[in-house]
């Protein structure tokens, strides 16, 4: 069991999401950092789309009521009782133990899981918070202080005593996934349907950065920057969406589709950004810069297939670590 | 908080009447396009009708045969097709979709009859004097129009268990608001372009509202949980008219 002591708003319970469901209007919310969610299972031995929490409003603290493996991946610098732990680490608390999450200057959200996972009732195959819908999660509410959350049958009893880090995504696949000079993020994207009817503008909308502005959330990011329109007005007829769709309101600042992404949508659409590069926009913070950097299927082959070896990776060595560990134990 | 995004405020719902973009309308040829690596859109040639859509169903049912799908989102007179990992050739998939819209016979859904009782007027009808504006019809004109209508759910989408309907007369026909109602209730009775539909969250809204609807459209936890389906027909009764 584990008590919440303190938390900002907007803290939810995320597993990897509901998809299947957008023909009836469902978004398929999830974490933001879906990579981080499934690296902090792994080293709690979870499956790896379990449900954890994600926390995007600092400080936040909770309580162990007993013996627990956590881990925490993602942002966040977190400390139990008071003592600092690497980024992206898996421990055991004792009974009592208190965990600390302060805001990380690079990175946007945390996600901590726990051995057996967060066990809130599935609601449409997934517990991930639906916050428009008020579904899933607790009650489809965010987390408040004083809660207290269940957990589900650990998958294993015996882990690292002195605990179990992994080497980041962003460091282990830095090759894959560049960051340009000044720090701003470049985000792999297709051209959308609209793309070509930017005229010049299109041109401006690759090669200008943009700023993620404060009205950025789980459901979308806007972008401020230079506007970009389109040569003539567009109409369009309601389409299905996904998130990481880049699309273009009348005042010609994009907004960059996420997590908690409407179903359908109307304005036209410049790009979309590849899954494999949604985590870290989900890592991004408000104030930062991003370029879009024109992609291709052939790449984004490539840095799915990146990613999915990373996450093998992790999940066999998890697992061997398990093993000896279990063996030793034994003996 | 981003309130151009929630329901249902889309540019879309004043899209219908005019299209100064010359495609899909005017082409033979469906569009298709994608939104990231894995999603593929096509878009319906011709109009904005019921014969468009009814074959965008025969293609959505087509493709549910398709293993590599993860998921079919039908659009109004478009689908999204949403494949589990990223297709190696893009352009045979472009080409497989094509292939599957020239073979989909239009197909007519036998949907069920679904009524809602509405109260027309009062306090949720925030929008009715602008429609009586902009049509020049009055209230209990525009009520009539609406509740004699016959509608057909064409897609549902935007918000969970939201159904776009068509069959508005063009008469009550009425653009989106330029500013949404930051708080409109779920249950208002509102008309977007040419669609029409009930609102099934509270929150900004573009659509014009006339009317409320005190009807159950979405239970995540029932069997089936949105009420509507595609090819549904909806009619609108009028409990009540407070003008």
Redesign the interface.
């Given at each position: 069991m584990i008590e919440i002591l303190n938390t900002g708003p907007l803290n939810t319970i995320q597993d990897i999401g509901r998809p299947g469901y957008r023909d009836i209007g469902v978004t398929a919310s999830g974490a933001m950092d879906p990579l981080a969610l499934k690296i902090a299972n792994l080293l709690v031995g979870n499956e790896e789309g379990a449900a954890a929490i994600e926390v995007q409003t600092f400080p936040f603290r909770l309580r162990f009521s007993a013996a627990t493996a956590f881990a925490v991946a993602g942002g966040g610098r977190a400390t139990l009782d008071n003592v600092i732990l690497p980024p992206w680490w898996s421990q055991t608390a004792g009974a009592g133990q208190v965990l600390e999450l302060l805001p990380s200057p690079a990175s946007a959200r945390a996600y901590i899981a726990f051995a057996g996972g967060v066990d809130v009732p599935l609601v449409l195959g997934s517990r991930s918070t639906s916050l428009r819908g008020a579904f899933g999660g607790i009650d489809g509410r965010s987390m408040t202080s004083g809660d207290i959350l269940q957990l589900g049958e650990p998958a294993r009893t015996v882990f690292a005593a002195d605990g179990l880090g992994v080497v980041p995504p962003a460091t282990a696949l830095s090759a894959l996934f560049p960051v340009a000079a000044d720090g701003t993020l470049l985000v792999r994207a297709l051209p959308a349907g609209e793309h070509d009817l930017f005229g010049a503008d299109a041109e401006r909308f690759w090669s200008q950065s943009w700023k993620i502005s404060p009205q950025s959330d789980r459901t979308g990011y806007r972008l401020s920057g230079e506007p970009v329109r389109p040569t003539a007005p567009v109409e369009m007829r309601s389409y299905g969406i996904v998130p990481g769709v880049v699309q273009v309101p009348p005042g010609g600042e994009p907004i960059v589709q996420m997590s908690d992404a409407n179903t359908a949508g109307g304005y036209p659409k410049i790009a979309g950004v590849l899954e494999a590069d949604l985590w870290r926009l989900g890592q991004a913070r408000i104030g930062s810069r991003l370029r879009f950097v024109r992609s291709s299927h052939a790449e984004a082959r490539t840095l799915d297939q990146a990613i999915a070896a990373y996450v093998d990776d992790v999940r066999s060595t998890s697992q061997m670590v398990a093993r000896a560990l279990k063996t030793i134990a034994g003996r | 908080?981003?309130s151009?995004?929630?329901?249902?405020v889309?540019?879309?719902?004043?899209?219908?009447e005019?299209?100064?973009?010359s495609a899909p309308a005017l082409h033979r040829q469906p569009?298709i396009?994608?939104?990231?690596?894995?999603?593929f859109?096509l878009?319906a040639p011709g109009d904005?009708d019921l014969a468009s859509q009814r074959r965008i169903w025969a293609l959505a049912q087509a493709l549910r045969q398709w293993d590599a799908l993860?998921?079919?989102?039908?659009?109004?007179?478009?689908?999204?097709a949403?494949f589990k990992?990223?297709?190696?050739?893009?352009d045979a998939v472009t080409a497989r979709l094509r292939e599957a819209w020239e073979r989909a016979e239009s197909i007519d859904i036998k949907g069920k009859t679904i009524e809602i009782g509405v109260i027309y007027g009062g306090e949720h009808a925030t929008d009715l004097a602008a429609l009586c504006d902009h049509t020049g019809l009055t209230d209990r004109e525009v009520v009539r129009l609406h509740h004699e209508g016959t509608y057909t759910v064409f897609?549902?989408?935007?918000?969970?268990?939201?159904g776009?309907l068509h069959g508005l007369d063009p008469r009550i026909h009425m653009p989106r608001k330029t500013v949404p109602s930051l708080k409109m209730a779920k249950g208002c009775v509102t008309i977007g372009g040419m669609q029409t539909g009930v609102a099934?969250?509270t929150?900004p809204n573009g659509w014009n509202s006339i009317g409320f609807a005190d009807h159950q459209m979405?239970d995540?936890?029932a069997a089936v949980?949105?009420i509507m389906a595609p090819g549904d027909t909806v009619r609108f009764l009028p409990e009540r008219i407070e003008l």
């Open positions: - | 908080m981003i151009p995004m929630s329901q249902p889309d540019s879309s719902s004043n899209a219908l005019t299209s100064p973009r569009i396009s994608t939104i990231g690596a894995r999603a859109l878009e904005f993860g998921e079919i989102v039908p659009g109004m007179t478009n689908l999204l949403i990992i990223t297709p190696e050739d893009p897609a549902l989408g935007s918000a969970p268990g939201f776009y099934v969250l929150g979405f995540p936890k949980p949105a």
